[in-house]
């Protein structure tokens, strides 16, 4: 036979009432690694996995009782000692089930403000960008005396104008010697 495979175990109602009460006392649904804790706490040889699995179907029966019991109108039921430890491990897990739904709505909310602010500083700054890219763009002081300066083509073509004025006023006076020179 395999010796590495465990030995099944069948709770009994005296089994499953001190797996409840440990459960209770220990609170596994506020930090899973409980389970193991109540597992070796167990005087029977059960690892973690069947004590929540365990644990678990049996909080499964008991909802179903009670959804079946609310159906039923003005029926007195006596509750065992497994009844009330189930109902109060219930309220456990629900009480923890609520207090993780209450941090993840919060959680989603910080995050919701923490896009908004993002949103805000980068609407900001994009505004800041484009308010400096446009000053950039708009005319300046510097580039109204850049307008009074002459530009450098227009210069240049006076300037041969005006070389061209004196050659021409040179020409006509060496012309005017020439023609006053050849007279005498």
Request: glycine share 2%; with cysteine.
């Amino acid at each position: 036979m395999d010796s590495g495979r465990k030995k099944q175990f069948r709770f009994s109602e005296q089994d499953d009432i001190k797996m409840l009460r440990e459960v209770i006392s220990r609170n596994p649904f506020k930090d899973r690694g409980k389970w193991l804790e109540i597992s070796l706490a167990l005087p029977m040889s059960v690892d973690a996995r069947r004590v929540r699995e365990r644990t678990v179907l049996l909080m499964e029966q008991r909802r179903k009782a009670n959804s079946s019991s609310l159906k039923k109108s003005g029926v007195d039921e006596v509750y065992g000692e497994k009844e009330i430890l189930l109902d109060e491990i219930l309220d456990l897990a629900n009480d923890e089930e609520e207090k993780k739904k209450d941090y993840l709505a919060n959680d989603e909310e910080e995050k919701k403000k923490d896009d908004k602010s993002k949103a805000i500083k980068e609407e900001v700054l994009c505004k800041d960008i484009r308010k400096r890219a446009l000053d950039n763009l708009t005319p300046s002081k510097s580039d109204e005396n850049l307008k009074k300066m002459p530009k450098k083509s227009a210069s240049v073509m006076s300037f041969l104008k005006e070389k061209a004025e004196l050659e021409k006023k040179s020409q006509r006076k060496m012309s005017l010697r020439f023609v006053a020179n050849s007279s005498i």
